[in-house]
């Protein structure tokens, strides 16, 4: 699979999963972070205009994905991306990703950053 393909795929397995699905939504961001030798997702759901609400997607299909997009859209020479947040506007239909090289630790979720995080990722 190409990069538009990957993201189209990693979009249908957030919409679909279990969990995003439970509730209603308007908007979505997923974080994928990779450090040395780890790797972390973090979701949130957003639902007129309300602020971001945790929601990360089950499953290792989602990450599976995310692994190959990491190799597609690697540049020869070059290290991967740290850090890819995808968002989705459910309305118009719209996917947007955005990758990060240089500074992932501003997009490492904890407990105290969360709620700033949420709505620095906020696709609406």
């Known amino acids: 699979m190409n990069r538009d393909e990957l993201l189209g795929e990693i979009a249908r397995l957030i919409v679909v999963d279990p969990k995003a699905s439970e509730r209603p939504w308007d908007g979505y961001a997923l974080i994928a972070w990779y450090g040395d030798g780890i790797s972390r997702l973090n979701g949130f759901r957003y639902d007129k205009g309300q602020p971001g609400e945790p929601l990360t997607p089950s499953g290792v299909e989602i990450e599976n994905r995310l692994e190959q997009l990491r190799k597609v859209t690697q540049v020869a ?12 506007h459910r309305a118009d239909a719209e ?9 992932p630790g501003r997009w490492y979720v904890t407990p105290d950053s969360v709620a700033e995080i949420a709505e620095r990722v906020r696709p609406c």
């Open 95 to 103: 996917v947007a990703i955005d990758f990060e090289y240089e500074d």
């Open 77 to 88: 020479g070059k290290a991967p991306w740290r850090v890819c947040i995808v968002r989705i």
